[in-house]
């Protein structure tokens, strides 16, 4: 069974605490993804990765930290230095076909609570 | 240049009724535009996509007509049901920058029996 997985689906945080949303995806796509969405704000770019070992901040990047190590796998840190991190976080996964445009996947999401 | 903007940001439709989503850009270098359908709590799901050599595709009650000289593409949902109750995003990229698409800000659309 294919597709995008997140974990955990809800997550708690306390104020200055680190936190780490994970994503695995079993298509064998090259790209992943990190957004955030609030509501009314439609989604914004966080972090995103052609292939392993490497990743580009989105428009967002601040107070985020995302690593690459496997192709299946890219893990978003939500560092204490964002100071309002209580969203609902979504990965995606596409082909990365250099010079095309090609489709992007979701995952069902994580919803982060800062308490 | 790389906004797309979406309108209504609420859509109330009868059960039966069309249901119409606007979106424009401004970045003429755009060459792909897909339609994501979001559940409440869930990811969003490719719906349906147009690339601008052509001005409508249509699969199933979805249809997407594209006007490339005005910069304007909509969705138009034929007999609207309860079930198409959801937020639809309109989005847009490039070939250039594959990596990066942008999404317009949703329509939450409602289906009353």
């Known amino acids: 069974d294919g597709g995008i997985t997140q974990s955990p689906k809800y997550l708690f945080r306390k104020e200055g605490q680190n936190v780490t949303l994970s994503c695995e995806q079993n298509l064998n796509h090259d790209a992943m993804y990190w957004y955030r969405q609030d509501p009314g704000q439609g989604l914004r770019l966080i972090y995103y990765s052609q292939i392993v070992n490497d990743f580009q901040k989105g428009d967002i990047a601040e107070g985020y930290s995302v690593s690459r190590e496997k192709k299946e796998s890219f893990p978003l840190t939500v560092t204490s230095a964002q100071k309002n991190p209580t969203a609902f976080y979504l990965c995606?996964?596409?082909?990365?076909?250099?010079?095309?445009?090609?489709?992007?996947?979701f995952g069902p999401g994580t919803r982060l609570t800062v308490l | 240049q790389q906004q797309v903007k979406q309108s209504p940001q609420s859509l109330i439709v009868q059960k039966g009724g069309i249901s119409i989503i606007n979106c424009a850009y401004e970045?003429?270098?755009?060459?792909?535009f897909p339609w994501y359908q979001q559940f409440p709590g869930k990811g969003p799901a490719l719906l349906i996509a147009i690339r601008p050599d052509v001005s409508e595709k249509k699969e199933g009650r979805f249809t997407i007509s594209f006007n490339k000289s005005a910069k304007q593409f909509s969705l138009h949902i034929m007999d609207s049901q309860p079930g198409d109750s959801a937020t639809y995003f309109c989005?847009?990229?490039?070939?250039?920058?594959?990596?990066?698409?942008?999404f317009g800000p949703g329509t939450s659309l409602s289906v009353i029996p």
């Open positions: 995606a996964s596409s082909l990365g076909l250099a010079g095309t445009t090609d489709t992007q996947y």
């Open positions: 989005a847009a990229s490039s070939g250039t920058s594959y990596d990066k698409v942008i």
């Open positions: 970045n003429t270098a755009f060459d792909y």
